[in-house]
């Protein structure tokens, strides 16, 4: 009769007592499938092996500072943590077309582009995803001018007539809410660049 090997959130609990074979097992466990993961993302067997293995000197040493805390979803945090790297990988590897410079922060420093490849789009839905963070943290009304403007396109005067202000009002608004997320972008030293 075939012995049940313990469940992950329990040799994650053991190897963080300090025994070292629980990785070994864990490790033997999710290879194949993080492997695979990074691998259908890098197309190259040399990147995606040196970014596995990053991947894993990442999990070891969060497991080791204790800043594991989602027991029982051992796997989709290792996945998380490798989905992570590879966008970090494409992020020092990819070069998207250059954005003409300005000290003004601008948004939407990346735009949809029909050519864009797979490692692209990762990187473009990671500094969506990242910038709908920083929006979520602005005073409501700063957003609510901000989300008319960028995502459904009104003019500021249709936002004045809309939320019963001033077209000046509404471009102080826009103002200090670009201010307050490049402040935000710094403080949590989130980068709104694909390069």
């Known amino acids: 009769m075939q012995s049940i090997s313990p469940a992950d959130h329990l040799l994650v609990k053991s190897y963080i007592n300090g025994d070292e074979s629980s990785f070994e097992i864990l490790l033997k466990r999710h290879k194949d ?7 259908s993302k890098i197309k190259n067997y040399n990147l995606a092996h040196d970014v596995f293995q990053d991947t894993f000197i990442k999990v070891i040493n969060s497991l080791k500072k204790g800043k594991y805390n ?6 989709p945090w290792v996945m998380r943590i490798a989905h992570n790297l590879v966008i970090d990988h494409f992020r020092r ?3 998207m077309r250059k954005i003409a410079p300005t000290d003004d922060f601008n948004i939407f420093d990346v735009i949809g582009n029909e050519d864009q490849n797979i490692e692209e789009k990762m990187i473009e839905n990671q500094i969506h995803a990242d910038l709908k963070k920083l929006i979520d943290h602005l005073p409501e009304e700063q957003k609510e001018v901000l989300v008319m403007r960028y995502y459904k396109d009104l003019s ?4 004045a007539e809309s939320t019963g ?3 000046n009002t509404s ?14 972008k710094d403080e949590n030293n989130i980068s709104l660049k694909a390069n």
Not at 171 to 184: P, Q, S, T
């Open 33 to 39: 499938k993080v492997f695979a993961f990074i691998l």
């Open 70 to 75: 989602e027991e029982g979803k051992f796997v």
């Open 93 to 95: 590897q990819t070069k």
């Open 156 to 159: 500021f005067k249709e936002i």
């Open 165 to 167: 202000v001033s077209i």
């Open 171 to 184: 471009l102080g608004r826009m103002r200090y809410a670009i201010i307050n997320l490049r402040k935000l």
